[in-house]
């Protein structure tokens, strides 16, 4: 009899789904939602976290500073036209545009035949023009170049680690646009907390190298992959996989959806786009980085719990055997064993009530 009750591991139907939801329940209130046991998995071995710019180490709050225009264009007009098809565009620059516009010019007319370019810009008729606005390479692809003032104008916007977006319509480069993007005041923080997690920062970005590298330089990464096309960013998560890292992905657009699909592990900003919040396996309902950092704490605790639980659902067992085996046990105490296992597990477990968010 009592070798039949001590080889009853009764705690090992409890080790795991108590650990799990005292840790996701705590999550929860910290404002860090776990979509499954798998994700706990993820984080034991991550040690590269890339972090997409816009939304994410940024603000996300864009605002239009300054417009440069060609010889012989009207401001105005600048405003009225590329406002009227950034306003159709839900990207954080595509919305300073706008707000700018709307602010300097007034009402802004609807665009017809509108469309997105991903990872270019915008295009669109407005006022019977065919207007383009976005990147220089957007212009290209229709056999415009820039003139040499506004080429200069867009260097030296980017220069000063600005966001510069080519304005064109009927065949022609009109003006350059400089709009800037302010960097979250934890991000830094929050970098430093991944690396004292042993993971490496990158950042990720479809922006301009010198934007890119000055965000960088102002929150702490070393490593900048800049100027990337949206389905590109699949691309580098899958090479830097190759290289034998375990990645995690950190980001709130449209376009970080397939990244943080198939990345390692995927946390998307709670703040963010329904697509990347679909995408990722941890959600972080704050639009703070820091808690990507009390995200991965978490599961890394959460799991460290259950493999602690797993191992006092077996110890009673293989301690007691050889002695209820040889007669030695009675069967009162071992029942009275595998109660206090049980109870020994659910309150190893409550201990993670006790997470504390650094954030």
């Given at each position: 009899?009592?070798?039949?009750?001590?080889?009853?591991?009764?705690?090992?139907?409890l080790?795991?789904?108590?650990?799990?939801?005292?840790?996701?329940?705590?999550?929860?209130q910290?404002?860090?939602?776990?979509?499954?046991?798998?994700?706990?998995?993820?984080?034991?071995?991550?040690?590269?976290?890339?972090?997409?710019?816009?939304?994410?180490?940024?603000?996300?709050?864009?605002?239009?500073?300054?417009?440069?225009?060609?010889?012989?264009t009207?401001?105005?007009?600048?405003?009225?036209?590329a406002?009227?098809?950034?306003?159709?565009?839900?990207?954080?620059?595509?919305?300073?545009?706008?707000?700018?516009?709307?602010?300097?010019?007034?009402?802004?007319?609807?665009?017809?035949?509108?469309?997105?370019?991903?990872?270019?810009?915008?295009?669109?008729?407005?006022?019977?023009?065919?207007?383009?606005?976005?990147?220089?390479?957007?212009?290209?692809?229709?056999?415009?170049?820039?003139?040499?003032?506004?080429?200069?104008?867009?260097?030296?916007?980017?220069?000063?680690?600005?966001?510069?977006?080519?304005?064109?319509?009927d065949?022609?480069?009109?003006?350059?646009?400089?709009?800037?993007?302010?960097?979250?005041?934890?991000?830094?923080?929050?970098?430093?907390?991944?690396?004292?997690?042993?993971?490496?920062?990158?950042?990720?970005?479809?922006?301009?190298?010198?934007?890119?590298?000055?965000?960088?330089?102002?929150v702490?990464?070393?490593?900048?992959?800049?100027?990337?096309?949206?389905?590109?960013?699949?691309?580098?998560?899958?090479?830097?996989?190759?290289?034998?890292?375990?990645?995690a992905?950190?980001?709130?657009?449209?376009?970080?959806?397939?990244?943080?699909?198939?990345?390692?592990?995927?946390?998307?900003?709670?703040?963010?786009?329904?697509?990347?919040?679909?995408?990722?396996d941890?959600?972080?309902?704050?639009?703070?980085?820091?808690?990507?950092?009390?995200?991965?704490?978490?599961?890394r605790?959460?799991?460290?719990?259950?493999?602690?639980?797993?191992?006092?659902?077996?110890?009673?067992?293989?301690?007691?055997?050889?002695?209820?085996?040889?007669?030695?046990?009675?069967?009162?105490?071992?029942?009275?064993?595998?109660a206090?296992?049980?109870?020994?597990?659910?309150?190893?477990?409550?201990?993670?009530?006790?997470?504390?968010?650094?954030?």
């Open positions: 009899m009592a070798v039949l009750i001590i080889a009853c591991p009764c705690a090992l139907g080790a795991t789904p108590t650990a799990l939801m005292v840790g996701t329940g705590r999550g929860a910290l404002g860090i939602l776990i979509k499954g046991p798998e994700v706990l998995e993820s984080t034991r071995a991550v040690d590269t976290v890339v972090l997409d710019k816009t939304g994410t180490v940024t603000t996300g709050r864009m605002t239009l500073l300054a417009v440069h225009t060609a010889e012989g009207d401001e105005a007009e600048v405003l009225r036209l406002g009227a098809l950034e306003h159709a565009s839900e990207h954080p620059v595509a919305r300073a545009v706008a707000a700018g516009a709307a602010e300097r010019v007034g009402a802004l007319p609807v665009p017809e035949d509108f469309a997105g370019v991903p990872g270019l810009g915008v295009q669109g008729v407005v006022y019977g023009h065919a207007v383009l606005v976005g990147r220089e390479q957007l212009l290209r692809e229709w056999a415009m170049d820039l003139p040499a003032d506004l080429a200069r104008a867009k260097a030296a916007a980017e220069a000063a680690g600005r966001t510069a977006i080519a304005v064109a319509w065949g022609e480069a009109r003006a350059v646009l400089e709009v800037a993007d302010a960097v979250k005041d934890t991000s830094a923080e929050a970098v430093a907390r991944l690396r004292a997690l042993g993971l490496t920062p990158i950042l990720l970005t479809g922006d301009n190298r010198a934007v890119a590298e000055a965000v960088a330089a102002e702490g990464i070393d490593e900048v992959i800049a100027e990337v096309m949206p389905q590109d960013k699949v691309d580098v998560v899958e090479r830097l996989q190759g290289e034998g890292r375990t990645v992905m950190v980001g709130d657009g449209v376009n970080d959806a397939a990244a943080l699909a198939r990345a390692d592990l995927g946390l998307a900003m709670g703040t963010g786009t329904d697509a990347a919040i679909e995408a990722g941890l959600t972080l309902v704050r639009g703070d980085l820091r808690a990507a950092a009390d995200a991965i704490r978490l599961a605790r959460t799991l460290g719990t259950i493999k602690s639980n797993l191992f006092w659902a077996f110890a009673y067992n293989v301690a007691a055997l050889p002695l209820a085996a040889a007669g030695l046990l009675n069967p009162m105490i071992a029942g009275a064993a595998m206090f296992s049980s109870v020994f597990v659910v309150g190893n477990s409550l201990r993670l009530r006790g997470f504390k968010a650094l954030s």
